[in-house]
Nanobody
């Protein structure tokens, strides 16, 4: 059973930092492009940042210069370092990944989400 599990969310003050982690587990052969998405109440889910297996990254304009996505392929982990957070960063954050397993299948999986709340 291939799954993604996020961790690291919580309550943080404006201007503070958080580091989100996404751990992939199961019979995973490779992890390809992996992204962090977020969804605030009443809003559509949006892509925050993604990273290819080669390390190429993209960011939504609103987080450029503040958030950094990274990965550890050996550990099958993807991270989102969030600095200088703002109240508008408050949302449930989800990890999504394209993966392949040892049965030759290509899969796409979502994590269950981790809540980030930015408030004083």
């Amino acid at each position: 059973q291939v799954q993604l599990v996020e961790s690291g969310g919580g309550l943080v003050q404006p201007g503070g930092s958080l580091r989100l982690s996404c751990a992939a587990s199961g019979s995973i052969r490779s992890m390809y492009t992996t992204g962090w998405y977020r969804q605030a109440p009443g809003k559509q889910r949006e892509l925050v940042a993604d990273i290819t297996s080669d390390g190429a990254t993209t960011y939504v304009d609103s987080v450029k210069g503040r958030f950094t996505i990274s990965r550890d392929n050996a550990k099958k982990m993807v991270y989102l370092q969030m600095n200088s957070v703002k109240p508008e960063d408050t949302a449930a954050y989800y990890c999504n990944a394209d993966l392949s397993n040892y049965f030759g299948q290509t899969l796409n999986r979502w994590g269950q989400g981790t809540q980030v709340t930015v408030s004083s």
